[in-house]
């Protein structure tokens, strides 16, 4: 050891030196892993908005493809929320789609979906309640019976909408809702066609008197637009009554 | 009234969407329209396998006191399947290839596949095979129409030539002129196929 280090100061002068060179040596090699970092990053980065761009249609109009593109960048890393600027990589790649509170909201969405099978009420709960704030259309309803609903439907269930989902849950009326109901008065009372345990099932509490092209309106975007009902023309006392599947029981 | 299930007087079981009101009317949401549809496919597969039919026609729906009566209405609730809808329906069937416009060129009437034709073929190979008709000329008629009544009782002559051609292609069968029209002869399976 000594006589590799030397002896007195020329020992203390070397080892200053090694120190030194080594130094230099390790900050060229981190400057260079560096350089190839950020050309690798560059590479990746251009790879992955090619690919954004590309499938930017896909992205943008299905949850699924989106909800996988979310997974890939998390599995590699990359955080779609993360950037530069306040809207984040997806402001960068896509910008019209930019908007902060959009990309919360379809992390969260995303994680209510692939989660669907396994949390309860609480995480449900819990996670509309985180997207509230977003305003973007999930919410937990409570209807007059005490029970509590998801609107998953962003701007389309609407009040009227979640009247007639809790009239249809009317006792004795197993869904069947037509216009005449809405508008109330007697055709309230003789609403039921089709069942015998319910003779007469105006329902105070819940009975609606709305005019006719509210009514008309309402149940018929719940048909056409979001698929909740189904409709029977072959109904005696009305031309088309509705059918709101979730309010029907089954055996 | 909760939906129930429902056996019927020829004891078939319908599922209890067969007593819900909207379930006869064709429906304009696409996801609702496609739920329904592909349960009345899978009625009418399983009925007709039930009374061993092979035929049916949008007309069943607008007349009574035919086979399809039990399935194609619903007197307790005072429904019926509408022509229009009825027709929607058979199309689908086609398209999906679990049944055929009979005769051909026309919408109006179809043949059920509630065995695919393969599954008849094999059907067939098997009931010739184990009644010894091996090697010999049979008439169409002596399959569908056999002394003892088989598994291919009734089975109508296209669906009959279906399943012949597709034991032809593998060497199990042969079409054969004969004196009064068209006869078939089979062979043994030769285990290559």
């Known amino acids: 050891m000594h006589r590799l280090n030397g002896v007195g100061l020329a020992a203390l002068d070397r080892h200053t030196t090694t120190t030194n060179s080594y130094t230099t040596l390790s900050t060229t090699l981190s400057h260079a892993q560096i350089t190839h970092l950020h050309a690798q990053l560059t590479l990746f980065r251009t790879a992955l908005n090619a690919f954004a761009a590309k499938h930017r249609t896909a992205i943008l109009n299905s949850p699924s493809f989106r909800h996988k593109f979310t997974q890939m960048c998390s599995s590699i890393g990359v955080d779609p929320l993360a950037g530069p600027r306040r809207g984040g990589w997806w402001a960068e790649v896509i910008p019209w789609v930019g908007d902060w509170d959009y990309e919360l909201g379809v992390q969260i969405v995303d994680v209510c979906v692939s989660t669907r099978e396994r949390n309860g009420e609480p995480d449900i709960l819990r996670s509309v309640k985180t997207l509230h704030p977003l305003s973007a259309g999930y919410t937990v309803l409570t209807l007059s019976d005490g029970r509590k609903y998801v609107r998953s439907v962003p701007k389309e269930l609407d009040q009227d909408q979640a009247l007639i989902l809790a009239f249809a849950r009317g006792s004795g009326r197993f869904g069947r809702v037509s216009v005449g109901d809405l508008v109330g008065s007697s055709s309230a009372t003789s609403s039921t066609s089709t069942s015998d345990d319910s003779v007469s099932t105006t329902l105070p509490s819940t009975s609606l008197v709305w005019t006719r092209a509210r009514a008309t309106a309402a149940l018929e975007n719940m048909l056409l637009r979001d698929g909740l009902c189904w409709v029977d023309e072959q109904d005696r006392e009305a031309e088309r009554v509705y059918w709101v599947t979730s309010a029907m029981r089954w055996d | ?193």
Not at chain 2, 76 to 102: C, H, T
Not at chain 2, 149 to 155: D, I, T, V
């Open chain 2, 1 to 193: 009234m909760a939906l129930s299930t429902h056996t019927t007087t020829t004891g078939f079981l319908l599922p209890s969407i067969h007593s819900a009101p909207p379930f006869f009317t064709q429906q304009p949401h696409p996801s609702s329209l496609s739920i329904a549809t592909e349960q009345w496919i899978q009625i009418i597969l399983k009925y007709s396998r039930h009374r061993r039919l092979f035929t049916i026609r949008v007309e069943d729906s607008e007349t009574t006191g035919h086979d399809w009566d039990e399935v194609l209405r619903n007197e307790r609730i005072n429904r019926k399947v509408l022509p229009s809808y009825l027709s929607y329906i058979l199309a689908q069937m086609v398209s999906q290839k679990l049944a055929a416009y009979e005769p051909p060129k026309q919408d109006r009437s179809v043949l059920i596949y509630w065995r695919l034709p393969e599954e008849w073929a094999e059907v067939l190979h098997e009931w010739v095979s184990s009644t010894g008709h091996l090697n010999t000329i049979m008439t169409f008629y002596e399959i569908t129409d056999p002394p003892i009544e088989s598994p291919l009782s009734g089975l109508p002559i296209p669906l009959l030539r279906q399943a012949i051609t597709i034991l032809s292609k593998t060497n199990r069968a042969q079409i054969i002129a004969i004196a009064d029209g068209e006869g078939v002869r089979f062979f043994p399976s030769t285990g290559k196929a």
